[in-house]
């Protein structure tokens, strides 16, 4: 199975955190990235977002690129929010389904966490997802993974 943690792309500022839109700066790099992904010959198979509004949009953008013609329910987890420990993350891993490219998508610092764990990287200063990158990890046991890719849209270029 193929996890790809993407942190969600640039948004606005807004006094609730909760309300916070993705700018046009923010549309164009999930844009980016979806390119990318679909040029890569990615479809996925099951897509998770926290619930807040910049990682939907996030996830909406990349999803319709991605899965054009190949629709794919966007299913909203706690387990993708900052407050959502490791264990309890690790624990929600073990239960998504049988394979696949699954997409998830997050925020900054607990995706960086879960990849390290995934990983096995100590440090929080050893690995951190800049706005809208993108780590493909592959998973076997579901404890543990290899990284096949990390993009940024600026990586990505035009």
Not at 15 to 24: A, G, I, Q, V, W
Not at 66 to 80: C, D, H, K, Q, S
Request: hydrophobic content about 40%; glycine content about 8%.
């Amino acid at each position: 199975m193929n996890l790809y943690f993407l942190r969600h792309a640039a948004a606005l500022d807004h006094n609730d955190d909760k309300k916070r839109e993705l700018s046009d700066t923010g549309r164009r790099q999930a844009r980016k990235v979806a390119r990318f992904l679909r040029k890569a010959k990615v479809s996925f198979s099951a897509a998770y977002s926290s619930p807040l509004i910049r990682a939907r949009q996030t996830a909406e953008i990349v999803l319709g690129v991605v899965n054009e013609g190949r629709p794919v329910e966007l299913n909203f987890a706690g387990a993708m929010l900052n407050s959502t420990t490791s264990e309890d993350f690790s624990d929600w891993v073990t239960q998504l389904g049988p394979g696949g490219d699954i997409l998830l998508v997050g925020h900054e610092p607990s995706l960086s966490e879960r990849i390290r764990d995934l990983l096995k990287i100590p440090g929080a200063q050893q690995f951190e997802m800049k706005k809208c990158a993108c780590a493909c990890i592959r998973i076997g046991n579901r404890k543990s993974g290899l990284l096949k890719f990390l993009v940024t849209p600026k990586l990505i270029g035009r």
